[in-house]
């Protein structure tokens, strides 16, 4: 299992356990976390579903991929920092990740 911690844009937080390798998206849609969509469904396309990686516990985040850095649009703004996707984000059995979701200005999603 892993432990996700989400920080809602209002500062509140909600913490679920999720099947190890699960991606953060698909866990998150599954445990009803509330600010976070994937518009193209974890395609990792459109950059609607992005995270800040604040904390990691029990494993070091992978570098983002090329495509991930195109839907995050860090070509653009290279100051993006620990923003993720989502959808192309998973932990593996015991680690922790705590993760802030950015308001949806912030991250260019729309509604």
């Known amino acids: 299992m892993q432990m996700l911690t989400f920080v809602m844009p209002d500062g509140t937080q909600r913490t679920i356990r999720a099947a190890a390798g ?24 459109c950059g609607s579903c992005q995270v800040l990686v604040e904390a990691a516990t029990g494993w070091t985040p992978p570098e983002r991929s ?19 996707l989502a959808c192309m984000l998973a932990a593996p059995s015991g ?17």
Do not use: Q
């Open 22 to 45: 699960l991606n953060v998206l698909y866990a998150a849609a599954l445990h009803d976390v509330p600010h976070l969509c994937g518009e193209c469904a974890g395609e990792g396309v």
């Open 66 to 84: 090329p495509e991930e850095e195109l839907a995050l649009g860090i070509g653009r703004n290279p100051d993006r920092g620990e923003r993720r």
């Open 95 to 111: 680690a922790a990740l705590r993760m802030r979701i950015p308001p949806l200005d912030e991250a260019g999603r729309t509604r």
